[in-house]
């Protein structure tokens, strides 16, 4: 090593010392300002505001799926939907009101709709997390549209409807995605 | 005797990597997920920033363990070799487009014989394809395909990729606030840290010693009846098996499926795609992280490359969902496929005729 080398050697050195002395410095300074276990709260208790601001924009649609008056549900959530379009809630709702008509195809294509939207319908970590309820519609459908689609295999509205069980059943089983 | 001592390293390796496979998924990693060099590239690429999807953000220790485990043993035996300068920037291209025909996919030729061996069929369509896209390459071997051009290169290049991976290993302890790891989705499920540093640098080290690769395997027996590899990628695929059962996460068929989707001929297409890219840069997705720790320059750009992948399969939206392959995701193997056929006809040398 000649003299330009141990020049460079000991630059190195001290700039390395200074960069990581600097980013210890700042990270230490960040993290005694935003805590994580208060950035954490504070995700969480954002989340349960949203969850409970979707409680009130939904009440009526709830109360109204309650006392039986599906019709109307129906149309409040057509209105929501074209009022609210990323909201993934109204694709709940309406499955849940299609199920209790009797319309399992649709009330599943539906479910597919808001897993589509939003992963945490079908992520356990999650507030929102409705797995159990939809694998047993999932589950329901699966026996129904297998029995259909042995009757009428080109029916093309069992197809559908199996497909999307398919997809829920991919869904539930996790993976990455 | 050498040979008795390869077959057994490569046994070695795939026994390891198989029941590894089957472990982490089973300590934490997500479904049929304990290895997967392009699903963990797209976590890494999430935690750097480089895409928005947070569900997919966290630095996977598994793949550090394997570029520092290979680099490690290999500067330990003498083995580490710095070499480089055979078309780097066409080998970053065709690492971004094996990545791609990953993510339409989902999973990597590791991930493939894993989600085989917890009996899931949906991955035969791939299996076949990957088989279809090295026998293609293997054609274009034998018609005089060769990128050539390695030499010898400044031995500090070589320790780069190692000191990456050996920073990456730093920000996953100390999670500085620049790194993002997600607390839901894939990115939340792992399994304990350390356990999964150390199945990552044992398979590292045993992957430099015995070279094994998935394509690498499928390629040597279709070059030349060689079978060393293979015998080590068909251990691997029997021990998953085994532990799938044993472990209660083997569920047959083509149905309920993690991560999966039923476009069989583009799962074909997507991964006859990474077959014939990983023929040409000479190594699956896997084998260029161990070729990358041991010294390979070359190997490091292809890694880099698909590290840009992993981003960009999230920001342009080029991979599969459980429906299915994206429109761009569609667009993105056909355009790789053009992209290695190319390369490859452009790098053949052709006979001279004699007038």
Redesign the interface.
């Known amino acids: 090593m000649d003299w330009l080398d141990r020049l460079s050697v000991a630059a190195i050195a001290g700039l390395a010392l200074i960069t990581i002395s600097m ?1 210890t410095n700042h ?1 230490m300074h ?2 005694r300002q935003d805590d994580p276990a208060s950035a ?1 709260k504070e995700a969480g208790r954002a989340y349960s505001l949203q969850v409970e601001a979707d409680k009130k924009l939904y009440q009526q649609v709830a109360a109204f799926r309650e006392q039986g008056r599906y019709a109307d549900a129906m149309a409040k959530l057509e209105d929501m939907i074209e009022r609210y379009p990323d909201k993934s809630l109204s694709y709940v709702y309406l499955g849940q009101v299609l199920l209790k008509q009797g319309k399992l195809g649709a009330a599943i294509h539906n479910y597919r709709r808001a897993v ?1 939207m939003d ?2 319908y079908v ?1 356990k ?2 507030p929102r997390f409705m797995g159990d309820a939809i694998k047993t519609v999932v589950e329901e459908g699966r026996e129904k549209f297998a029995r259909e689609k042995a009757l009428r295999p080109k029916d093309k509205d069992v197809q559908r409807a199996l497909k999307d069980v ?2 829920l ?9 | 005797m050498k040979a008795i001592r390869m077959i057994d390293v490569s046994i070695v390796t795939g026994a390891v990597l198989g029941f590894g496979g089957v472990l982490l998924a089973y300590l934490g990693n ?4 304990g290895i ?1 060099v392009s ?1 963990f590239m ?1 976590n890494i690429a999430g935690a750097l920033q480089l895409h928005d999807n947070v ?2 953000s966290y630095l996977r220790p598994e793949l550090m363990g394997f570029v520092l485990g290979s680099f490690l043993i290999a500067f330990g035996t003498g083995r580490f070799r710095v070499r480089g300068g055979s078309s780097p920037v066409l080998r970053f291209f065709v690492g971004f487009f094996i990545i791609v025909g990953c993510a339409v996919f ?2 990597c030729p590791i991930k493939m014989f894993l989600r085989l061996a917890a009996g899931d069929l949906t991955a035969v369509a791939a299996t076949l394809g990957l088989i279809f896209g090295i026998w293609v390459g293997v054609r274009y071997i034998k018609e005089g395909f060769a990128l050539g051009g390695v030499k010898e290169v400044p031995k500090i290049q070589g320790f780069l990729m190692p000191l990456l991976a050996l920073v990456l290993l730093v920000f996953l302890f ?1 999670h ?2 620049f790194i993002r790891l997600g ?4 990115a ?2 792992h399994a304990p840290l350390l356990v999964s540093l150390f199945a990552g640098l044992v398979i590292g080290a045993l992957a430099q010693r015995s070279g094994l690769c998935v394509t690498g395997a499928i390629r040597n027996f279709i070059l030349a009846r060689e079978k060393t590899l293979l015998n080590g990628l068909l251990t691997a695929f029997f021990v998953a098996v085994v532990f799938s059962l044993l472990l209660g996460q083997f ?1 047959l068929g083509m ?8 476009s069989h001929g583009w799962t074909f297409l997507a991964m006859a795609m990474v077959g014939l890219g990983s023929v040409l840069i000479d190594g699956c997705p896997f084998r260029q992280l161990i070729k990358a720790g041991q010294g390979d320059v070359d190997a490091g750009m292809a890694s880099l490359g698909m590290l840009m992948g992993g981003a960009l399969v999230f920001l342009w939206f080029l991979g599969s ?3 299915g392959p994206t429109f761009q995701g569609k667009v993105g193997v056909l355009t790789g496929l053009i992209f290695s056929v190319a390369a490859a006809i452009a790098f053949r040398k052709r006979a001279r005729r004699s007038p």
């Open positions: 980013l990270e960040k993290k954490g589509e992963s945490d992520d970590r999650t398919y997809y059943q991919r869904r539930l089983a996790g993976g990455c995605e | 997500p479904a049929n997920s997967c699903c797209e569900r997919m989902i999973g100390v500085p606030s607390q839901k989705g894939p939340a499920l569920n149905n309920a499926q993690p991560a999966s989707h039923l969902t459980s429906a």
